[in-house]
């Protein structure tokens, strides 16, 4: 056959063959040549030059897919065609097709490829026994602008050595997946380096062997002592979303810097292991960089902002600075979160929070005046008596102080409050009933009640009103005649220490919420504000967001 086209490393493969045929006693020659006629193959070149091809343009647009579960996608497909068969044929017709086996196994063999399942694991070979019958095996790898980390740093293979204690052995202390070590296959975490191109690292510091592997160019080989016991590291599907942002250069803790996975507060991470309990390897959702960086554990962050708060308390005791009385139960770092698709016929409540006087309720009138058919708002409670002209179910639920005090103590309330010894408030049941009547139920409750709010059954999309920076606080609100939302009793104007007073209460907010935002959105100008909310939920009715795992389970 023409080997013009055949494969480099095939080609030295049967090169290899063919020259210690003699020494492969075990092997009789049917056995050699089947094996010398599949190098040869026209098939398995092919197969291997696809496959160089699409590891050789990670880069290019064509081979990023757009998601990597498109199998998930199809079990919630089917699950909303389920309840559409008897309405449409149309739909009964794709709820077939999609159930089909070779259908289900073209998304199965699409995930595979779009998760990078197709690296190849190669045996360890190959093996020899030395002088003291120690096993040894023998590993090339192409070097490359992946980190090789210890004390120093040098580009090398995706991996990260230590000097391993009482024994000052070279050792492999973390393989990041998507590497060049990992995608071999033959490098394990433990595995003991004895020698890198010939030269032995007998005596050298973990600075010494990255020294020595950056004189040298093209293929690294390690002369290496297997691990006493290794597992092969399988990926995990574990996305989180991030609450605080991270760069590596900054961490003096970081083992490898270069190894390090920069985000910001939001990103939507992918876990790839969770093996160390320090240091987890993951990637950004959508990077075309397959490689795995080191970001720190939800343990070691937790400890990390636990010291930082502690530092600030003390700071704040020796300014004399009050303490507010914010929630500081949770410590936000991770949230496992999962893609939920939009689904006929139910619709998140819209949850828009702030602090007081910054127009979350003027946004929720808008909103509610486009399309009143379609946008309701919960009708509140009250242990008041009814006034002239005010109906029961109409303007407010009206019940006993007691009754009402009983079903907030048993929680029945998502928010509740007293004024001039009488309660009001919203109960959970009311929210519900909207959700389930097919409404967009909208909501500007307290802060707090999110903690209520934020379930898998209502699944709310929580939008937070921000206000500008004091001189846009104060210029729009002056121009707008807007009126104190502090003074319940004269209508006038915002005062400066009011715009302060909201800005500062929107910081305290955010500062203890924030990780329950879905959109924040600064209202400087009411009218581009409102736009904005309009687009957000275009986005929640037509777009699958990311949610906590726990909701689409």
Same mark, same amino acid.
């Given at each position: 056959?023409?080997?013009?086209?055949?494969?480099?490393?095939?080609?030295?493969?049967?090169?290899?063959?063919?020259?210690?045929?003699?020494?492969? $006693?075990?092997?009789?020659?049917?056995?050699?040549?089947?094996?010398?006629?599949?190098?040869?193959?026209?098939?398995?070149?092919?197969?291997?030059?696809?496959?160089?091809?699409?590891?050789?343009?990670?880069?290019?647009?064509?081979?990023?897919?757009?998601?990597?579960?498109?199998?998930?996608?199809?079990?919630?497909?089917?699950?909303?065609?389920?309840?559409?068969?008897?309405?449409?044929?149309?739909?009964?017709?794709?709820?077939?097709?999609?159930?089909?086996?070779?259908?289900?196994?073209?998304?199965?063999?699409?995930?595979?490829?779009?998760?990078?399942?197709?690296?190849?694991?190669?045996?360890?070979?190959?093996?020899?026994?030395?002088?003291?019958?120690?096993?040894?095996?023998?590993?090339?790898?192409?070097?490359?602008?992946?980190?090789?980390?210890? $004390?120093?740093?040098?580009?090398?293979?995706?991996?990260?050595?230590?000097?391993?204690?009482?024994?000052?052995?070279?050792?492999?202390?973390?393989?990041?997946?998507?590497?060049?070590?990992?995608?071999?296959?033959?490098?394990?975490?433990?595995?003991?380096?004895?020698?890198?191109?010939?030269?032995?690292?007998?005596?050298?510091?973990?600075?010494?062997?990255?020294?020595?592997?950056?004189?040298?160019?093209?293929?690294?080989?390690?002369?290496?002592?297997?691990?006493?016991?290794?597992?092969?590291?399988?990926?995990?599907?574990?996305?989180?979303?991030?609450?605080?942002?991270?760069?590596?250069?900054?961490?003096?803790?970081? $083992?490898?810097?270069?190894?390090?996975?920069?985000?910001?507060?939001?990103?939507?991470?992918?876990?790839?292991?969770?093996?160390?309990?320090?240091?987890?390897?993951?990637?950004?959702?959508?990077?075309?960089?397959?490689?795995?960086?080191?970001?720190?554990?939800?343990?070691?962050?937790?400890?990390?902002?636990?010291?930082?708060?502690?530092?600030?308390?003390?700071?704040?005791?020796?300014?004399?600075?009050?303490?507010?009385?914010?929630?500081?139960?949770?410590?936000?770092?991770?949230?496992?979160?999962?893609?939920?698709?939009?689904?006929?016929?139910?619709?998140?409540?819209?949850?828009?929070?702030?602090?007081?006087?910054?127009?979350?309720?003027?946004?929720?009138?808008?909103?509610?005046?486009?399309?009143?058919?379609?946008?309701?708002?919960?009708?509140?409670?009250?242990?008041?008596?009814?006034?002239?002209?005010?109906?029961?179910?109409?303007?407010?639920?009206?019940?006993?102080?007691?009754?009402?005090?009983?079903?907030?103590?048993?929680?029945?309330?998502?928010?509740?409050?007293?004024?001039?010894?009488?309660?009001?408030?919203?109960?959970?049941?009311?929210?519900?009933?909207?959700?389930?009547?097919?409404?967009?139920?909208?909501?500007?409750?307290?802060?707090?009640?999110?903690?209520?709010?934020?379930?898998?059954?209502?699944?709310?999309?929580?939008?937070?009103?921000?206000?500008?920076?004091?001189?846009?606080?104060?210029?729009?609100?002056?121009?707008?005649?807007?009126?104190?939302?502090?003074?319940?009793?004269?209508?006038?104007?915002?005062?400066?220490?009011?715009?302060?007073?909201?800005?500062?209460?929107?910081?305290?907010?955010?500062?203890?919420?924030?990780?329950?935002?879905?959109?924040?959105?600064?209202?400087?100008?009411?009218?581009?504000?409102?736009?904005?909310?309009?687009?957000?939920?275009?986005?929640?009715?037509?777009?699958?967001?990311?949610?906590?795992?726990?909701?689409?389970?």
């Amino acid at each position: 056959m023409d080997n013009s086209n055949w494969d480099a490393a095939l080609s030295k493969l049967l090169i290899s063959l063919e020259d210690n045929k003699t020494e492969l $006693p075990s092997c009789n020659e049917e056995e050699l040549n089947f094996l010398s006629d599949l190098l040869k193959s026209k098939e398995l070149n092919a197969l291997v030059n696809i496959h160089n091809k699409i590891i050789n343009n990670t880069n290019d647009e064509k081979f990023f897919p757009i998601l990597s579960n498109s199998m998930d996608v199809d079990v919630d497909v089917l699950d909303v065609l389920a309840s559409k068969t008897h309405v449409s044929e149309d739909c009964k017709e794709l709820f077939h097709l999609l159930q089909k086996p070779h259908m289900q196994a073209l998304l199965c063999t699409h995930d595979a490829v779009a998760q990078k399942d197709y690296y190849p694991k190669i045996p360890e070979l190959p093996l020899e026994v030395d002088e003291d019958d120690e096993i040894i095996k023998i590993v090339e790898l192409i070097k490359s602008d992946e980190p090789l980390c210890g $004390p120093g740093v040098e580009p090398i293979v995706g991996a990260t050595i230590k000097t391993c204690e009482g024994t000052d052995k070279i050792i492999f202390a973390r393989i990041m997946l998507g590497g060049p070590a990992d995608r071999s296959g033959a490098i394990h975490v433990g595995d003991e380096v004895l020698e890198v191109n010939g030269i032995s690292v007998e005596g050298k510091t973990p600075a010494c062997v990255l020294k020595i592997l950056d004189d040298f160019e093209g293929t690294v080989t390690f002369k290496l002592v297997p691990a006493s016991s290794k597992c092969g590291v399988r990926e995990s599907k574990v996305r989180v979303r991030a609450h605080f942002s991270y760069t590596a250069a900054d961490d003096p803790y970081i $083992p490898c810097k270069e190894a390090g996975l920069d985000f910001v507060k939001g990103d939507i991470l992918h876990i790839v292991t969770q093996d160390d309990s320090h240091w987890w390897q993951a990637r950004r959702e959508g990077d075309r960089n397959m490689r795995a960086g080191l970001i720190p554990s939800r343990a070691l962050q937790e400890r990390n902002i636990v010291l930082e708060r502690q530092l600030k308390e003390k700071s704040d005791e020796s300014d004399n600075i009050k303490n507010d009385d914010f929630d500081r139960e949770e410590i936000p770092t991770y949230e496992e979160v999962a893609k939920l698709y939009p689904r006929p016929g139910f619709f998140r409540p819209v949850v828009l929070v702030g602090p007081p006087g910054v127009g979350r309720n003027e946004l929720k009138r808008r909103l509610v005046a486009t399309d009143p058919d379609k946008y309701k708002t919960p009708i509140p409670y009250t242990s008041r008596p009814p006034r002239p002209g005010e109906l029961n179910g109409k303007d407010y639920f009206f019940v006993s102080h007691e009754n009402m005090k009983e079903d907030i103590d048993s929680g029945k309330f998502i928010e509740y409050g007293e004024y001039k010894g009488n309660l009001y408030g919203t109960s959970r049941e009311s929210v519900e009933s909207l959700v389930n009547a097919g409404y967009v139920c909208v909501l500007s409750p307290h802060y707090q009640a999110l903690k209520m709010l934020r379930n898998p059954q209502l699944k709310p999309f929580v939008v937070y009103v921000k206000p500008p920076r004091f001189e846009i606080l104060k210029e729009t609100r002056n121009e707008a005649r807007a009126r104190s939302t502090f003074d319940e009793k004269n209508s006038r104007g915002f005062t400066d220490d009011e715009f302060h007073e909201m800005i500062h209460s929107g910081e305290r907010i955010e500062f203890h919420y924030s990780h329950h935002f879905d959109e924040t959105i600064i209202n400087a100008d009411l009218s581009m504000a409102f736009e904005e909310l309009v687009s957000a939920i275009s986005r929640l009715e037509t777009v699958p967001l990311w949610v906590p795992a726990s909701w689409v389970q």
